[in-house]
């Protein structure tokens, strides 16, 4: 019987190893607002739409972190190439609704307001 236990104890150790790597990497396309992270952590939904495009472009132009937020509150931090150069590849897309294409690194789960939590290495954007 102990001989069992310990069998099944090292099975569920082996398992939660491999379980956070499967959600790595994961390819996913998301919907929302391109918004910018500083402001949204600062002010929430008063620092998202047309009001406050203006503030947001000054700051992704400044490289502050950009993301995407969902209509289901997700928010995922974009990461990668196109965050190189203060979001030079990005700053057209700020404010605005976007679908995105990219790996997923999930530190969190789905649905978390935790800004940064979910990352998403964007490969493809375009407006909507």
Do not use: W
């Not at 398992?15 to 919907?31: D, M, Q, Y």
């Amino acid at each position: 019987m102990r001989h069992f236990f310990f069998l099944l104890t090292a099975a569920v150790f082996i398992v939660s190893l491999a379980v956070p790597n499967l959600a790595a990497g994961e390819t996913k396309t998301v919907s929302g607002e391109l918004i910018e992270m500083a402001c949204y952590a600062r002010m929430g939904l008063n620092a998202t739409g047309a009001d406050h495009a203006a503030c947001a472009l000054r700051c992704a132009e400044g490289g502050s972190p950009l993301g995407i937020l969902t209509a289901d509150d997700e928010i995922y931090t974009i990461t990668g190439e196109m965050t190189e150069n203060e979001n030079a590849k990005l700053l057209e897309f700020v404010a605005k609704n976007v679908t995105a294409t990219g790996d997923v690194n999930d530190g969190g789960g789905p649905g978390t307001r935790l800004v940064g939590k979910v990352t998403l290495e964007v490969t493809a954007i375009e407006v909507q």
